[in-house]
């Protein structure tokens, strides 16, 4: 966890690479390459290096993620579906952290949380593979106490709640309402001992209220930050994001 001052510490910025690699296959070219993208992101202070391979391969590709894999030096999550195939891949490329998500084929992209309930023994399945191989494991799921309990139990490290019924809400009542949400469900986790991240539709504004939700930990942003980076540079877009994180962080303390 990045350090402000000794004794306290930011929220973790994890900077999803995979729109990089969008662009890339829209023509089925060489450029722009992820792994510049994740070079690029760690020199401007991001904490981790966020990849989501998925089972269609519409932008990470097997091989950026064992190129990915070399270049980060800090700290790689890798966001995945509980299938063979691509456990069979995390556990041969060894992320630091594998997040475990829904994951349909029609969908443009993560559609709300893994119902870690309906989906028991395939997730508790791979929760085991993957901390028996040492990683650390993350459930993305909905911000409601029964899939934080059930999240628990399947011995997750940690939950990431997804933040688009957040970043989609409409009016301040509707926002209002979600940041409760996410605040109550937070301290709930953290309660349960669970480690806390947050992520989906985040971006340079709407960020601002998440960094004061007390106990979070980590966010992931992608989309926000690589529309940036087309049009600032890759390393400006992440600055700027850790700055506008930074600027609204209440007096830092510890996370236990």
């Not at 456990?87 to 709300?112: S, Y």
């Not at 309906?118 to 494991?137: P, Q």
């Not at 911000?143 to 628990?152: G, L, S």
């Not at 301290?187 to 007390?214: D, F, S, T």
């Amino acid at each position: 966890m990045g350090n402000l001052a000794k004794g306290t510490f930011m929220i973790r910025l994890g900077v999803n690479i995979d729109h990089v690699a969008t662009i890339r296959e829209a023509r089925r070219g060489k450029e722009p390459d992820p792994v510049a993208a994740a070079i690029l992101a760690t020199l401007a202070g991001a904490d981790g290096i966020t990849i989501h391979l998925r089972e269609d391969r519409r932008h990470i590709q097997d091989r950026d993620v064992f190129r990915v894999r070399e270049a980060v030096t800090t700290r790689l999550n890798l966001e995945m579906a509980s299938s063979e195939e691509i456990l069979a891949i995390a556990l041969k490329a060894m992320p630091e952290e594998a997040t475990l998500v829904p994951e349909k084929r029609q969908e443009l992209t993560t559609e709300g949380g893994l119902d870690v309930i309906a989906t028991e023994a395939a997730t508790r399945r791979a929760v085991e593979m993957l901390k028996a191989a040492g990683i650390h494991v993350s459930l993305f799921i909905d911000p409601d106490f029964k899939q934080v309990d059930q999240a628990k139990k399947l011995a997750a490290d940690a939950i990431e709640f997804q933040t688009a019924s957040y970043s989609e809400a409409v009016g301040e009542s509707g926002i209002a309402a979600e940041i409760v949400k996410l605040e109550t469900a937070t301290a709930h986790a953290r309660a349960l001992g669970l480690h806390v991240h947050m992520g989906h539709g985040l971006n340079y504004w709407n960020v601002k209220p998440i960094v004061r939700i007390p106990g979070v930990e980590e966010l992931n942003i992608g989309h926000s930050i690589v529309s940036r980076a087309v049009l600032v540079g890759m390393e400006r877009a992440v600055r700027e994001m850790k700055e506008a994180m930074q600027e609204h962080y209440p007096n830092p303390k510890k996370l236990s």
